[in-house]
């Protein structure tokens, strides 16, 4: 009797534990996420702290992924870049989607649980340089925290989504925004931040996870005055990085270095890994007179996660003068090399090369490109760890078509690591870009300050030549041996703006591309088992995990980021649609609708006219628009601009563009930047795309009549 007596006191007290853990949503702590790279949970951003992106779940597999079929789905009300990965607790989904929106949902059903906007104002979208995107959420004890793109860190309750905090992470008055996700550390939220190409100064922050408070902070670039910060960076910054510095724009600016995605933590070491973006301006004649190494941009930054003290750095790219970032996920794991164990560091940044480094010193193991077509560097020296650059490649004396562009080999979207293959799947990029020193340009406030003259990078003027440049133009999932540092196989996708990656047990590997196809390809060989269309360009990172049994995968839809909206003469033509959260299972039956894009109604041009001058509309278009709509107006993700009713009349035209008619909805005022009659000469050269593209004729890149 007493042995059933107490074997009914466990099962209760189990019960009750169990109870009570349902209670309390998203209870994460550190443990939890250390853990969860060797179980079914997918806790934080990378899954866990070493942010491998590796699950050990094989009830999907390369035997029965066939039989993969959608359990559920939800669509979003936003229509821009989804970048989030979803994070699962205790069977509760938490994820955002474009403008910084917050949503849980039950993970089994999906039944919305909550959710929260945030509301930022449209006009931010201005100062978000590569679209309103935001990449997810970070967890712990009871609460959800979120980035938001004007600068807010908000603590959410788990259980209602209801704030409990906030805290305003940077100057509002500053173009600063935020996309990534954050990261918990020992009590401690921490969040970058964006800008660069505006002209901020980045940071990194910790915050105190239960009450907002500001733990420490460190900066990436010295004081433009010359004097300490009081933080966490003052002591390095005087011993080592303030002497890489030399007058330039960079003291107007703040030099950039925004912290904008990459941080991993090893518990082992306590050492929290952060990656660092690029300059403002690019050009490094105009940002530092062309001297210094200028740290910490592009490097790769080692702290101490309570402190925020120094521990060391590595440079990817000294003097940056190109937009290469150092902000790329930052994997951590242990590989034999040469017979020996070693704890490191893996990552590939926007400059082409696959870096190993020891992640306990930040010492150099190898570096190899994982492209195959890289032009500004032909290695990198393994005695002093710098690229060996190509003469020129810093386009101080004549423009140079460079490969990469500033989209980089490999921008935000993630790789994976699998410990059992011992591959890392890459999802690359081949875009080329001229590089050419604008020399007539200084210092805007406001403005995009990068000190490259985009002119360049107008399309070309004849079909021949076009066609031989987009066909430079691609993007491929690489299988990169990481030890060796070598291919092992290679996924050609039409496009070269893809997704990011998610690699499990089961020999598989997912991937979703710009043309909406969500593939699952064999770990070991490449080749594709399983595919769903998915509607909607895919760019975010699938994840995957369990719940009574049962391995779902998801994964967020809706094209968009800085690859669409920059390049789109080398995209997929879209509309915008609505986001949506796919979660699949084997066996799965249920049915999302088709997405309602309807046809564009006909544009009627042949009676439009402008008194504005084209010549000088194009040269300004390419100054201040393409990065937006797209080299000669050729973008159709963001509006069109040549379909555009605001075209029709000047009237329009300057209510939306001089007196920012659309602010609300991302196109704030250019009044700043741009006088009525700048206006109006950019309406006549769009006018002129406009015309071209209604009688089929390629976009040249030169208005009629400017030979």
């Known amino acids: 009797m007493k042995i059933i007596r107490l074997g009914l006191a466990l099962a209760l007290a189990i019960t009750v534990a169990a109870c009570q853990k349902k209670a309390e949503p998203g209870n994460v702590d550190g443990a939890r996420i250390a853990a969860a790279d060797s179980n079914a949970e997918w806790l934080s951003y990378g899954k866990g702290y070493s942010e491998q992106r590796f699950s050990p779940l094989d009830k999907v597999n390369a035997g029965n992924v066939g039989e993969l079929g959608l359990a559920w789905y939800a669509q979003f009300d936003t229509d821009r870049g989804q970048e989030a990965t979803p994070i699962e607790v205790d069977g509760v989904i938490y994820t955002t989607t474009a403008w910084s929106k917050v949503f849980a949902f039950d993970a089994v059903t999906g039944k919305q649980l909550w959710a929260y906007d945030p509301k930022v104002e449209g ?393 909406g196809d969500l593939g699952a390809y064999d770990a070991t060989s490449g080749k594709k088992l399983w595919s769903y269309k998915t509607g909607n360009g895919v760019i975010a990172a699938p994840m995957t995990y369990e719940l009574d049994g049962q391995q779902y995968v998801a994964v967020m839809v809706g094209v968009g980021g800085g690859g669409q909206i920059s390049a789109p003469a080398s995209m997929p033509t879209r509309p915008r649609l609505p986001g949506r959260l796919l979660v699949f299972k084997l066996g799965g039956k249920a049915t999302a609708p088709a997405f309602d894009a309807p046809a564009p109604p006909p544009f009627e041009v042949a009676g439009l006219s402008s008194t504005g001058d084209a010549q000088h509309g194009f040269a300004l278009f390419h100054q201040n628009c393409q990065v937006c709509h797209g080299p000669n107006a050729s973008g159709a993700w963001l509006p069109d601009l040549k379909r555009s009713p605001m075209l029709q009349t000047a009237d329009n035209w300057k209510g939306v563009v001089i007196d920012g008619a659309s602010a609300s909805r991302g196109m704030a005022s250019f009044s700043r930047f741009l006088s009525p009659q700048d206006a109006e000469d950019i309406r006549a050269y769009v006018i002129t795309e406009a015309k071209k593209a209604a009688a089929g004729q390629t976009s040249t890149g030169t208005p009629i009549g400017m030979n």
């Not at 309570?306 to 003097?319: A, D, I, K, R, S």
């Not at 242990?334 to 992640?359: S, T």
Request: hydrophobic share 40%; glycine share 12%; charged share 20%.
């Open 123 to 515: 006009s931010k979208g201005f100062d978000a340089c590569c679209d309103v995107v935001n990449r997810g959420v970070a967890v712990w004890k009871g609460k959800v925290y979120v980035g938001v793109l004007d600068g807010r860190l908000v603590a959410l309750d788990a259980k209602t989504g209801q704030p409990v905090w906030t805290a305003q992470t940077t100057d509002p008055k500053k173009p600063y925004t935020i996309t990534g996700a954050p990261r918990v550390i020992k009590d401690k939220v921490l969040i970058g931040n964006g800008g660069a190409e505006y002209g901020v100064r980045g940071y990194i922050t910790a915050y105190d996870a239960a009450t907002g408070k500001q733990a420490w902070r460190f900066f990436m670039t010295p004081n433009p005055e010359g004097k300490p910060d009081g933080a966490a960076s003052d002591k390095v910054m005087a011993e080592k990085a303030a002497a890489t510095w030399s007058d330039g724009e960079w003291k107007q600016t703040g030099g950039g270095g925004t912290p904008w995605d990459a941080i991993a933590y090893d518990p082992d070491l306590d050492i929290v890994y952060i990656g660092v973006g690029n300059g403002t301006p690019w050009n490094h004649v105009k940002r530092s007179g062309g001297k210094g190494d200028n740290l910490f941009l592009s490097s790769i930054l080692a702290l101490k996660p309570e402190t925020g003290e120094y521990v060391w750095h590595y440079q990817t790219t000294p003097g940056e003068s190109w937009d290469y970032t150092a902000t790329q996920q930052i994997i951590l794991a242990d590989l034999k090399i040469d017979g020996q164990d070693r704890k490191v560091l893996m990552q590939a940044p926007k400059n082409g090369f696959f870096y190993v480094l020891d992640r306990a010193t930040g010492a150099l193991i190898s570096a190899k490109p994982y492209v195959d077509s890289i032009t500004w560097a032909t290695g990198v020296d393994m005695k002093t760890g710098r690229p060996i650059e190509t003469p020129g490649a810093r386009y101080e004396k004549a423009a140079v078509m460079q490969v990469p562009g500033p989209l980089g080999a490999h921008n935000w979207q993630p790789m994976a690591f699998d410990p059992k293959t011992g591959l890392v799947y890459i999802p690359t990029n081949v875009t080329p870009f001229a590089y050419t020193d604008d020399k007539g340009r200084g210092y805007k406030e406001g403005a995009w300050n990068v000190g490259v003259d985009f002119l360049a990078n107008a399309l070309p003027t004849d079909e021949a030549t076009l066609k031989a440049v987009q066909a430079l133009v691609k993007g491929q999932l690489v299988a990169w041996d990481p030890i060796q540092q070598k291919p092992v196989w290679k996924v050609d996708h039409p496009y070269f703006w893809n997704a990011g990656v998610l690699a499990t047990a089961g020999g598989l590997v997912f991937q979703g591309t710009a043309e």
